[in-house]
């Protein structure tokens, strides 16, 4: 019996004449986002893949196709074609990591680098001016932007090790001597995401280790402290697998385990580009199966192996509260809404956050929670008393809990709940409508009509400190820092900013390049629609 055969129905399929390549996978606000390279199989290839492709999901079975985005912009470095997005969030800001191409006669031949683009809505993308990553500071691999092989560099993949606390990017690139083979290309960065370290390759991934001449899409993901990198190569059963304790180590650290075929005993000859993300406590293996996205579930061995079995049908897309903060005695809607329901319930747990973040596990039976709702129908009200955790985590006496699904694929925000108990007007409760949510708009998918919005990130792969503007519409905007004592320190842009997110970074320097002193600041955001000021702390 094929073991992953029960998977097929978890298909991503573009509409015709399109077809996908190597792809991204971000959840937000109970959606699976899908990004794509999109291929129009009718027109000439020099007219395509020049845009991706965006398709959303609330269970990785049904989609629906969005408008693409991010396409090329004839007059800067990614004019030609883009490929192979990779997606990070930090402190609700998207990182997108993806492959330009130039194409301008005499100077670049279809030349390949990486570029980075922000989003707050993954609608919305805007791109830095540079690419980040070029062959030419890779002093391994060959590079000559008139060479067509020379301008090979692309495909990029970031993760967070945390075992060195340092972001790891692998790349495909041609090693200078062996021009006729490709390997995986490693770099880091300690967190700014315009400045990479350049490492050794991941030799294990070259045809001297791996019998293979081609290395497409390389990516690591880490399980019970093993690091795997998968890659496409060639042959009959293009997706390769090796294993090691170290991701930068050299190949006497790895093992290379041969073909994902090799493992699962079954035919994967139209697989490749793969991609692993998580949801929760799942593991998701996705990869190209011919013209679609194909998402199976990771079922973990006792070794380094898995198994690939059928993604859960029933899915826990949303939890909110009604309100985000309430008094003891207050009733209080939980809405739970999930998709493939018939026969099915949610498990829950529950935190209290101190005011630092840290979790303490909460008995659902003190608060009055059940840990199990049953699911008859996609949209399940659950009216709870509100409780004061026995302990209160908070100096204030406050207690701020969160419920989630045991499988941590889906949460509520924190709700504050205070100690002063709540007397109903009039004996009034709040009612309970159970109408379900159906998504009718883009919003309902994450993109937002909110209004502008003006803040520094707590973290930012930007640098130490950064100012997200946010617009609605494109619009002429000037940024001004000022000190304590109402003195302009610093204009830090005056010019036509583009709808979406827009960082600016400041690097702790006046007007006249001195060094600013360490202390508290204020960011001044003006534009013809509205001015606002936020907070800013420079530290050392």
Not at 250 to 255: D, I, Y
Not at 363 to 386: C, R, Y
Request: negative net charge; proline residues 8%; aromatic residues 12%.
């Amino acid at each position: 019996m094929d073991p992953a055969g029960t998977a097929r129905a978890a298909w991503m399929i573009p509409t015709s004449p399109n077809r996908a390549k190597d792809f991204s996978v971000v959840k937000r606000d109970g959606w699976f986002h899908c990004f794509y390279i999109l291929r129009d199989m009718s027109v000439p290839y020099d007219s395509t893949e020049r845009e991706f492709g965006h398709a959303v999901s609330r269970d990785l079975y049904l989609w629906s196709q969005l408008p693409p985005v991010l396409q090329v912009r004839p007059d800067h470095w990614d004019n030609t074609k883009v490929w192979a997005p990779d997606i990070h969030e930090i402190d609700g800001v998207y990182y997108m990591f993806y492959t330009g191409v130039t194409n301008q006669p005499g100077v670049y031949a279809f030349h390949q680098r990486i570029g980075l683009a922000t989003s707050t809505d993954l609608f919305t993308w805007n791109r830095l001016d540079e690419p980040v990553l070029s062959c030419d500071e890779v002093r391994w691999a060959y590079c000559d932007p008139l060479s067509f092989l020379g301008g090979e560099f692309r495909d990029p993949f970031v993760m967070m090790d945390s075992t060195s606390g340092q972001w790891l990017m692998t790349f495909t690139a041609r090693p200078d001597g062996a021009t006729s083979t490709y390997v995986a290309g490693l770099a880091s960065s300690s967190g700014d995401f315009t400045q990479w370290t350049n490492l050794d390759p991941a030799w294990i991934s070259h045809t001297t280790y791996s019998g293979t001449a081609v290395v497409e899409s390389p990516h690591f993901f880490r399980h019970a402290g093993l690091y795997y990198l998968m890659f496409t190569g060639s042959g009959t059963q293009p997706l390769r697998i090796a294993t090691g304790t170290d991701p930068t180590g050299s190949p006497a650290t790895w093992t290379y385990r041969g073909t994902l075929s090799d493992m699962l005993s079954l035919d994967t000859g139209q697989w490749f580009a793969s991609e692993h993300f998580s949801d929760g406590t799942h593991d998701y293996l996705g990869f190209i199966n011919f013209d679609r996205a194909d998402f199976r579930e990771i079922v973990w061995g006792a070794g380094w192996g898995f198994s690939l079995v059928q993604p859960q049908l029933f899915h826990i897309q949303r939890m909110t509260w009604s309100t985000t903060e309430a008094r003891v005695g207050e009733t209080v809607r939980l809405r739970i809404e999930a998709v493939n329901t018939l026969g099915r319930g949610a498990r829950l747990e529950a935190v209290a956050l101190d005011s630092a973040g840290t979790e303490t596990p909460v008995a659902l039976a003190s608060i009055g929670l059940p840990d199990s709702v049953p699911m008859p129908n996609p949209t399940i009200d659950v009216w709870w008393t509100a409780h004061a955790h026995p302990d209160p985590v908070g100096a204030d006496g406050l207690a701020r809990l969160v419920v989630r699904t045991t499988d941590h694929t889906a949460s509520t925000v924190p709700i504050t709940v205070r100690p002063d108990p709540w007397r109903p007007v009039d004996g009034a409760f709040p009612p309970g409508d159970g109408t379900p949510r159906v998504p009718r708009a883009f919003e309902e998918f994450g993109a937002r009509s909110a209004p502008a919005e003006f803040r520094a990130l707590r973290r930012s792969p930007l640098g130490a400190t950064v100012l997200l503007i946010d617009l609605r519409a494109e619009a002429p905007a000037r940024l001004e820092v000022f000190d304590l004592a109402g003195r302009r320190v610093r204009t830090l842009a005056e010019r036509v900013m583009p709808r979406g997110a827009t960082l600016v970074p400041w690097d702790g320097r006046e007007e006249s390049g001195a060094a600013a002193r360490r202390g508290v600041y204020f960011a001044r955001l003006t534009t013809p629609d509205f001015q606002r000021t936020v907070r800013l702390l420079l530290q050392p």
